[in-house]
């Protein structure tokens, strides 16, 4: 089972970058997937999670109007696209997958995912 992140880098407050992350080893279209992140010296928290079909997204308050998250069953990929990026997004943002298809698991927390992925960071500059 893998899930790999990519396409973190340095970006300037007010700019865009696009997050995806490649699932291998596992049934990608039977699980939810989620974005979650970590800023130096915080907790792991929440950012943005789909339902296997891709029809339902949920998204952290401090997210909304400027993060997009999608999925791709085709490819077996995830992406979120962060638009409007504030210094205070700057963090290591993990992918991470739920095996739970009724929709019951809260998908805010980081205990119900089976596995994660290794971190891409983004860090933005102001």
């Known amino acids: 089972v893998q899930l790999q992140a990519s396409g973190g880098g340095l970006a300037q407050a007010g700019g865009s970058l696009t997050l995806s992350c490649a699932a291998s080893g596992f049934v990608f279209s039977s699980y939810a997937v989620a974005w979650f992140r970590q800023a130096p010296g915080k907790e792991r928290e929440f950012v943005a999670h789909i339902d296997w079909r891709g029809s339902r997204t949920y998204l952290a308050d401090s997210v909304k109007g400027r993060f997009t998250m999608s999925r791709d069953n085709t490819k077996n990929m995830m992406y979120l696209q962060m638009n409007s990026l504030k210094p205070e997004d700057t963090a290591v943002y993990f992918c991470?997958?739920?095996?739970?298809?009724?929709?019951?698991?809260?998908?805010?927390?980081?205990?119900?995912?089976?596995?994660w992925g290794q971190g891409t960071l983004v860090t933005v500059s102001s």
């Open positions: 991470a997958a739920d095996g739970d298809l009724t929709g019951s698991d809260p998908y805010d927390d980081r205990a119900q995912y089976d596995y």
